[in-house]
């Protein structure tokens, strides 16, 4: 007889997640795992693989929640300046909110993986690939509309604007006042008038 599974996969995944998005990698051992899900080893191991197939789902899961949710505006055929916007409005909220306490997933990865591990690194560097094209979008919407200025370089720009990103996220992690964080938001905004 077949055994049925004793738990919600999805749920184990978000818990996981969870604990590496705070941990990181190296930090979380599989006992981490097996204690913060109240999954055994053997179940983890069964439909996710091992502690580095975990991750990669962790990752893809976070990518398809808040990936989704930030960049998804940016790459609406209609986006213009105010997806931009509301790209760090969000942001800010998130931060407000407590959610982006550990910062971004997807950025802790990058720092602690580097260009260390492949496929690790790729699925980070396709999120910021993903996010840049999603500005580059945006932007060049936004100067056809004329709702930036006219001589916007929009490759630098996006860059600009992910790099700010990645710094909001730092800052988020780092326990920076929220007041910092607003200004920094505000001033890189600037740079659209």
Known sequence: MVRLREFDPDEALDKAMGLFWQKGYAETSVRDLVQHTGVAHAGLYSVFGGKREIYLAALDRYDSIYGDRLIGPLEKKCAGRAEV?????????????????????????????????????????????????????ALRRAKKKGEV????????????????FYGVAVFSR??????????????ALQVLD
Request: overall charge neutral.
């Open 174 to 187: 780092a326990k920076a006042p929220s007041q910092t964080i607003q200004q920094t938001v505000r001033l």
């Open 85 to 137: 916007e509301g790209f760090f409005e969000t942001v800010l909220n998130v931060v407000k909110s407590g959610q982006f306490g550990n910062g971004c997933f997807m950025c802790n990865t990058a720092v602690e993986f580097g260009n260390q591990d492949g496929d690790i690194e790729k699925k980070a560097m396709r999120n910021i690939d993903r996010m840049t094209a999603g500005f580059k979008s």
């Open 149 to 164: 200025r006219s001589d916007l370089n929009v490759s630098e720009t996006a860059s600009f604007l992910v790099n700010t």
